[in-house]
């Protein structure tokens, strides 16, 4: 499967790229992207992942100046108390070894 990372052809697309890049077989793109991802994901250094994050966050912003919301962040503190919480359930398990 082609990778599309760059324009091979600059200037406008025309009406029969467009179409063409619209009627992709988009379940292999995505499966071709998660393949990607989790081969990353596991040679992936400590400084790769903190670049990679400010990427997305510098991407998110500007997308949308105002994100994360009032709304995300109270929902992503909830997550991060309930995965404390579950975590603190079970340190006794690693504590031991």
């Known amino acids: ?8 052809m600059p200037g406008r697309p025309t009406a029969a790229q467009i ?3 619209a009627g992709r077989r988009w379940d292999l793109v995505r499966a071709a992207k998660k393949q990607h991802w ?3 994901a596991r040679t992936m250094t400590a ?19 105002l994100f994360p919301s009032d709304a995300l962040r109270a929902e992503d503190l909830r997550h ?6 579950r975590l603190r359930r079970v340190a006794h ?5």
Not at 1 to 8: D, E
């Open 80 to 85: 991060h108390r309930e995965l404390a919480q």
């Open 93 to 97: 398990v690693f504590a031991s070894r």
């Open 19 to 21: 179409r063409e890049f």
């Open 38 to 40: 989790a081969g990353r």
């Open 47 to 65: 400084t790769e992942r903190i670049a990679l994050s400010s990427s997305m966050w510098a991407h998110a912003r500007s997308v949308d100046p």
């Open 1 to 8: 499967m082609a990778c599309y990372t760059v324009c091979p």
